[in-house]
């Protein structure tokens, strides 16, 4: 089982990554490998499907840059796939005058990264847009968009199969053996041989890093996000989408209104510690997952310097009181009786040993191999953009 690459991961990541390789060589021979039985399984299959603008993210980072490139090729390839989405545009809500600072330069950050067309609001213009709100200001970021990642990853496995691409399911990998100029990839079942791997493994990056990369210093610390839905008479309380304005200090975007792309509202997600990897449950547990998070210095140091936050976060998952309190804040007439369970997804959020959470994108290269180490959102939104990305950097090292 002899291949020119092989891809670990058939998430929105490693299914755009095959399919920017094959469009640029059609004639490799590529395989991507699948511990589930099915794409888009796990982050990818869980999100709330928002097409993101790339409004917060610092100009120059990759995650900025991937994610205004990206934007563009997703909306074309929707098109020219005939997937359904929709551009809806979202509010950035302040709730209180002290948030104002941080709108401002939400909104210059949103310029900078190329942005046209967003419009600084006063309350009462937030309510002419989303008349349940409660707000002081807001931004209206016009590019804002609703999509299902699902839609977008069943195409991309359609093309590549197409082309040649071959994915094979239930595939665990186990050990990643270096040779002189190829490499053996070993799973529960079968030995596969590569000149080139590219991992996107997601909830285990950090884990199939390892098996090639022995000094690498970050740890996939698992957050839980969970979801209630509008009930279906509620749903009119909600135009579009509607944000918070985020805490700086945390990289996740505080709870919010997400109209989908199928008539539903989600609302939330909260950012719970998880105590295992692919847990989508409040009661979900995996030993060596837990142990993994609890033993690193990394963590240690993220949780003495958030700890309140994240107990706030714990209270939220048990307490529906407590969520709604947190979603009142955006629209003070919601109530309990008007949320109904949802789902819930699991962020893979790398985490330093100095006790940093990475908020930029990470890829890590080393000869013939490429691990996608941190992919957080807006991953999706940038996916074709990234897969370019490593597709060039791929046939780069191939004609040296």
């Known amino acids: 089982m002899k291949h020119d690459t092989i891809i670990i991961g058939a998430g929105i990541v490693g ?16 395989l991507i490998l699948e511990k589930e039985d099915t794409i888009a399984k796990h982050q990818t299959g869980n ?9 917060y993210y610092k100009p120059g980072s990759l995650k900025a840059v991937n994610c205004r490139k990206g934007y563009k090729q997703l909306i074309s390839f929707c098109d020219e796939q005939n997937i359904k989405y929709e551009i809806c545009g979202k509010v950035i809500v302040a709730a209180s005058e002290d948030q104002h600072q941080q709108l401002d330069k939400l909104f210059e950050r949103g310029t900078a990264n ?20 409660n707000a002081t200001g807001g931004i209206f970021v016009p590019q804002t968009g609703i999509i299902d990642y699902k839609d977008v990853c069943e195409k991309l496995k359609a093309i590549i199969e197409s082309k040649g691409g071959e ?33 996107c493994a997601g909830l285990q990056s950090d884990r199939v890093a390892k098996l090639t990369e022995s000094g690498l210093d970050i740890r996939i610390v698992p ?10 008479d509620k749903r009119e309380l909600v135009k579009s989408l509607i ?30 510690l998880a105590f295992k990897r692919e847990g989508y449950s409040k009661f979900s547990f995996n030993a060596k997952d837990t142990f993994d998070t609890f033993t690193y210095p990394g963590f240690l140091k993220v949780m003495s310097k958030h700890f309140a936050m994240g107990l706030g976060e714990f209270h939220r998952s048990f307490s529906k009181d407590a969520f709604v309190k947190a979603l009142q804040k955006l629209i003070p007439s919601i109530t309990k009786d008007d949320l109904v ?7 893979a959020q ?8 990475l908020d930029d994108f990470r890829i890590i290269e080393n000869k013939n191999i490429f691990h996608v180490c941190n992919a957080p959102s807006p991953a999706a939104t940038s996916s074709l953009s990234i897969g370019e990305h490593i597709a060039g950097r791929l046939l780069s090292r191939i004609n040296d």
């Open 350 to 357: 790398a985490c330093d040993r100095n006790g940093g959470l």
């Open 223 to 232: 957050f839980r996000g969970e979801y209630y839905k509008l009930v279906p």
């Open 47 to 55: 999100n709330s499907g928002v097409i993101h603008s790339g409004i």
């Open 243 to 272: 944000y918070p304005v985020p805490d700086p200090a945390f990289p996740f975007l505080g709870v919010h209104f997400t109209r989908m792309i199928d008539g539903e509202v989600e609302a939330g997600p909260n950012a719970v």
């Open 341 to 347: 369970p949802g789902g819930a997804g699991v962020r």
């Open 167 to 199: 994915i094979i399911f239930n595939e665990k990998i186990k050990n990643i053996i270096k040779g002189n100029d190829e490499l053996t990839i070993e799973s529960e079942r079968n030995q596969y041989r590569s000149k080139y791997l590219i991992s």
């Open 15 to 30: 299914l755009a990554a095959a399919l920017k390789i094959l469009e640029k060589n059609p004639d490799r021979k590529l």
């Open 114 to 133: 190329g942005l046209e067309n967003l419009r600084r609001l006063s309350g009462e213009e937030v309510n002419e847009i989303e008349p349940h709100v």
